[in-house]
């Protein structure tokens, strides 16, 4: 059984960086896409980006080029997501979800992380 | 605003069949990319509720159905249960310059 264990809830100063790992076990890491997903309180959800860990190139939402990096270490089958220049609506719970047919981006997700609520606040 | 649009919430007595639908464009749903549906009980992740606009992932109960129709697609559920209270949300790819992934804004759906 696939399972996505996400880091810990963490509260950041605005203009500093935050970065969520997600590690994955019970499966495949490298051949199946990782996206993040963010949902901010009350909110809908929304797409930030993703990367397939053998091919090591992310691609992102327009909204958030430039602002975040992700990454994905093979080797502990781990991904991560940085976001910097936080600001006070960056506060949401980040959620990794894992893409379910191998070698594809565009493709539902089939597995989700617990999510990790980062707050932004002075 | 979110590019795909779905009610902001729907309601219905146990035992009722509701719908939701979701409408997107020629962008997303209407260039035939799937639609997907997931479930999401309050304080927890999504759950991969229907994909491919009609499949259901194992374990999921057939009162859920999903369909698909020019830049439309609708979720369905019979007999309504209690434990169905829950946030719904559509999905599908976008060929826009707006994103790749894009998500409707999410349905409430209330049990009576």
């Known amino acids: 059984q696939v399972q996505l264990v996400q880091s810990g809830a963490e509260v950041k100063k605005p203009g500093s960086s935050v970065k969520v790992s997600c590690k994955a076990s019970?499966?495949?890491?490298?051949?199946?896409?990782i996206s993040w997903v963010r949902q901010a309180p009350g909110q809908g959800l929304e797409w930030m980006g993703g990367?397939?860990?053998?091919?090591?190139?992310?691609n992102y939402a327009q909204k958030f080029q430039g602002r975040v990096t992700i990454t994905a270490d093979e080797s502990t089958s781990t991904a991560y997501m940085e976001l910097s220049s936080l600001r006070s609506e960056d506060t949401a719970v980040y959620y990794c979800?894992?893409?379910?047919?191998?070698?594809?981006?565009?493709?539902?997700?089939?597995?989700w992380g617990q999510g990790t609520l980062v707050t932004v606040s002075s | 605003q979110s590019v795909l649009t779905q009610p902001p919430s729907v309601s219905g007595a146990p035992g009722q069949r509701v719908t939701i639908s979701c409408t997107g464009s020629s962008s997303n749903i209407g260039a035939g990319y799937d639609v997907h549906w997931y479930q999401q009980l309050p304080g927890t992740a999504p759950k991969l509720l229907i994909y491919?606009?009609?499949n259901r992932p194992s374990g999921v109960p057939d009162r859920f159905s999903g369909s698909k129709s020019g830049t439309s697609a609708s979720l369905a559920i019979t007999g309504l249960q209690a434990e169905d209270e829950a946030d719904y949300y559509c999905?599908?790819?976008?060929?826009?310059?707006?994103?790749?992934?894009?998500f409707g804004g999410g349905t409430k759906l209330t049990v009576l």
């Open positions: 999905q599908s790819y976008d060929s826009s310059l707006s994103g790749h992934w894009v």
């Open positions: 979800a894992r893409g379910s047919r191998i070698l594809a981006t565009v493709t539902d997700f089939d597995y």
């Open positions: 990367i397939i860990p053998i091919f090591g190139t992310a």
């Open positions: 019970g499966g495949t890491f490298s051949s199946y896409a």
């Open positions: 491919g606009n009609s």
